[in-house]
């Protein structure tokens, strides 16, 4: 019986493996093609006219693959957001370190940065288009309160504690309040469109922030 050659049964050589497609990479490019389709669309149709189907022929995918990741075109969008919004708060941090001892400035630097973000065209159609969505889907909106909404409101809170530790802020205001105080005036401008939203503003709601918290 003649003996096996030693190579005969050797596996695929470490050239052959790097050779062969990485399917991590290979998911981590469809998706992101597909999160850039649906912000790309939402900019430029809006909501009611965003499909399933529209993002998947933009991003070159079929729409099962697409389902296999997100059950609902209203999905795709939040995960797009949160993509959207971890760069820039990456690029831009909005609160940044308090300045000890003005803290009127540090309220007029985060209203006057809130305000401009809010004013960001390729920004602002993707959360009109996800409270349009949180509102029709209440599951989503349970997943946008818990992966969104309250990390955000978690970090002005913390933003706060620690101006209330250095004394710029009142030691008996409840800081959920505070919060509120904070960003709903912004907020409540842009949902309804009540007015302007410039730095104008944002220094008025400072002046009536700093007069409720400050010591």
């Known amino acids: 019986m ?13 050239a052959t493996q790097r050779r062969s497609p990485d399917p991590t990479r290979r998911n981590a490019a469809t998706r992101r093609a597909i999160l850039d389709a649906a912000l790309d669309l939402i900019v430029a149709s809006g909501f009611e006219m965003l499909t399933v189907e529209a993002i998947a022929r933009r991003a070159g995918v079929g729409k099962q693959t ?8 209203g999905a795709v969008l939040l995960e797009a957001f949160l993509e959207h919004r971890v760069e820039e708060r990456t690029e831009t941090p909005l609160l940044g370190p308090l300045n000890r001892g003005d803290f009127a400035a540090d309220v007029r630097r985060v209203l006057r940065g809130t305000v ?16 349009i969505a949180i509102q029709e889907d209440p599951q989503l909106g349970a ?3 818990e992966r969104l909404i309250r990390p955000s409101l978690d970090d002005v809170r913390a933003w706060l504690a620690t101006a209330q530790e250095h004394g710029d802020v009142r030691a008996d205001i409840d800081l959920d309040v505070a919060v509120e105080l904070l960003v709903g005036p912004v907020f409540h401008r842009w ?8 730095d104008e503003y944002a220094d008025a709601v400072t002046d009536a922030v700093v007069h409720a918290l400050h010591t």
């Open 66 to 73: 697409i389902y296999r990741w997100w059950p609902s075109k």
């Open 143 to 145: 997943e946008a309160r």
């Open 191 to 198: 949902l309804l469109r009540t007015g302007p939203l410039s």
């Open 2 to 14: 003649s003996a096996t050659r030693p190579d005969s049964q050797q596996p695929a050589t470490s």
């Open 116 to 131: 401009r973000a809010f004013a960001n065209t390729s920004w602002e159609a993707p959360y009109r288009a996800l409270t």
